[in-house]
């Protein structure tokens, strides 16, 4: 079974500033997904960044992006010049890779999620 | 192209009741994922649903159950409601076997 370790359980920063949220996650798998959701007070679960862990380069969606170190299973989040539309709750979450195509391992295991203030 | 609905958004029942939640997926997708969400145990996976078969089922009771149509639409019931079903159900689609969209979730209150 996965696991998915968020040890922030909350952070602020100024607005404009650079913040990096933190996740760890243990498997046995090798072939996987890795995303960031977050989920702002209108509880709406958003994609912000999805990482393929078969993929060495580390994704970037404009402010967002991420450092992925496979061998030590960690996936930690960077928002960059941080806006107060990046309040929210941050959720790491691991998806196994299926065979291409193959529908049912589409299971998301979350991580305990790190609230995030942006401060005016 | 519409996201994910959900209805009803909001829900009120009493306990020993039983409730039907609807999710409407992306046009296009096929595979439909119920998740519970709640302050204590966190975001926990339902059930996975992939032309009309459950592929993958999460670790609760069979009060919990689901169903997805032939228009990809789908519907999660639980029967003899407790009040630890008090949640925020998320329903999400998939396209490719790789990336879930979620909707707005519907809020169950058991009283």
């Known amino acids: 079974a996965q696991t998915v370790t968020q040890s922030q359980p909350e952070m602020s920063v100024q607005e404009a500033e650079t913040v990096t949220l933190s996740c760890t996650y243990d498997t046995s798998e090798n072939n996987y997904y890795l995303f960031w959701y977050k989920q702002p007070p209108s509880r709406q679960m958003i994609l912000v960044i999805r990482q393929e862990a078969y993929k060495q380069q580390n994704a970037t969606e404009n402010r967002f992006s991420v450092n992925f170190q496979k061998a030590a299973k960690s996936f930690s989040l960077k928002i960059s010049d941080s806006q107060l539309g990046d309040t929210a709750m941050y959720f790491c979450a691991f998806m196994k890779r299926g065979r291409a195509g193959d529908f049912g391992n589409e299971k998301l295991t979350f991580g305990t999620g790190t609230r995030l203030t942006i401060i005016p | 192209k519409a996201g994910v609905t959900q209805t009803p958004r909001y829900l009120i029942k009493t306990r020993g009741q039983q409730v039907t939640l609807s999710c409407s997926p992306i046009?296009?997708?096929?595979?439909v994922s119920w998740y519970q969400q709640t302050p204590g145990q966190g975001l926990q996976f339902l059930f996975e649903?992939?032309?009309?078969?459950?592929?993958n089922k999460g670790n609760f009771p069979g009060r919990f159950s689901g169903r997805q149509f032939s228009n990809s639409r789908s519907e999660m019931n639980v029967s003899t409601l407790e009040l630890g079903d008090s949640a925020l159900y998320l329903c999400?689609?998939?396209?490719?076997?790789?990336?879930?969209?979620f909707g707005p979730g519907t809020r169950l209150t058991v009283l």
């Open positions: 046009s296009g997708h096929r595979s």
């Open positions: 649903y992939f032309s009309e078969t459950q592929r």
């Open positions: 999400a689609s998939s396209l490719k076997p790789d990336t879930q969209y």
